[in-house]
C-alpha cells in the first residue's frame, strides 16, 4: 500500500509570504499530524486532524493552521512568513489516535528568505 | 511540558564498534516509541516498548524500558554503515500526542 505523500518536497519563500503544504494520508488512516523539525528544537508537534476536526494543537502561533479533507488528506498553511519558520515540515498518519505508529512523510524543506 | 532528553546528541563510530543511545525523562510514560530517520527521509518506527523493564531485539538492535518507564536505550552491536542516521525516541504521555526527543545522530563509518 502506498505510503504518506508530501508535496512539494521542497519551497523557497521570502519573509511575509504564505505557504501551502499537502499531505496524503495512508489509504485507511484517519488520523493526520503535522510536525516542525528543526536541528535546534527537534521534532515538534503542530497539530493532529481527525475526521476533518483539529482534536489536537501544540504550541505554535496562530499563522500556523491546517485542515483535513473528507477523504482525509490535509493541508496546513503558514501565514506572515518569518526567518525562524525554515524547517523540515513532515506529515504523519496513523490508522486512529496519534499515538499509535505514525507513518511518517518525506517532508517538505521549506526556505524562508 | 514533558520532557524527553537524548544523549549522546552525536555519536560518530567506526564500522563493528558497539553503541548505546539513551532517552530520559523525569515523567512516566505508557509506551515509548524509537524511530530511525535518514537523510532525506520521514522516521521510520523500529520498535514500541510498554512494559517497564521490557527489552525487545531487532536483529542487532536491543531497546530496554526502564522499569519506572521514565527511560529507554537502544543498544547496537557490531553496527554497520546501514545503521547511520537520527535516532529519535517518542513517549506516549497519555496527553494524546507524542513527545519527541531531539535525537542521536549516528555516523557509522566502513
Known amino acids: 500500500k502506498a505510503g504518506v505523500t508530501q508535496t512539494p518536497r521542497y519551497l523557497i519563500k521570502t519573509r511575509g509570504q504564505q505557504v501551502t503544504l499537502s499531505c496524503s494520508p495512508i489509504?485507511?488512516?484517519?488520523?493526520v499530524s503535522w510536525y516542525q523539525q528543526t536541528p535546534g528544537q527537534g521534532l515538534q508537534f503542530l497539530f493532529e486532524y481527525f475526521s476533518e476536526t483539529q482534536r489536537n494543537k501544540g504550541n505554535f502561533p496562530g499563522r500556523f493552521s491546517g485542515r483535513q479533507f473528507s477523504n482525509s488528506r490535509s493541508e496546513m498553511n503558514v501565514s506572515t512568513l518569518e526567518l525562524g519558520d525554515s524547517a523540515l515540515y513532515l506529515c504523519?498518519?496513523?490508522?486512529?489516535?496519534?499515538?499509535?505508529?505514525?507513518?511518517f512523510g518525506p517532508g517538505t524543506r521549506l526556505t524562508v528568505l | 511540558t514533558q520532557l524527553l532528553e537524548q544523549s549522546p546528541q552525536f555519536l560518530s563510530i567506526q564500522e563493528g564498534e558497539n553503541l548505546t543511545v539513551y532517552c530520559n525523562s523525569s515523567s512516566v510514560f505508557s509506551s515509548l516509541q524509537w524511530y530511525r530517520q535518514e537523510p532525506g527521509e520521514g522516521p521510520v518506527l523500529l520498535v514500541t516498548v510498554v512494559t517497564g523493564g521490557e527489552v525487545k531485539k531487532l536483529k542487532r538492535l536491543t531497546f530496554q524500558f526502564g522499569d519506572a518507564r521514565k527511560d529507554s536505550s537502544l543498544h547496537i552491536t557490531a553496527a554497520q554503515p546501514g545503521d547511520t542516521g537520527l535516532y529519535l525516541c517518542?513517549?506516549?504521555?497519555?496527553?494524546?500526542?507524542?513527545?519527541f526527543g531531539k535525537g542521536t545522530m549516528l555516523l557509522v563509518s566502513p
Open positions: 517518542a513517549g506516549d504521555s497519555g496527553y494524546s500526542t507524542l513527545t
Open positions: 489509504s485507511g488512516h484517519r488520523s
Open positions: 504523519a498518519s496513523s490508522f486512529d489516535q496519534s499515538t499509535d505508529t505514525q507513518y
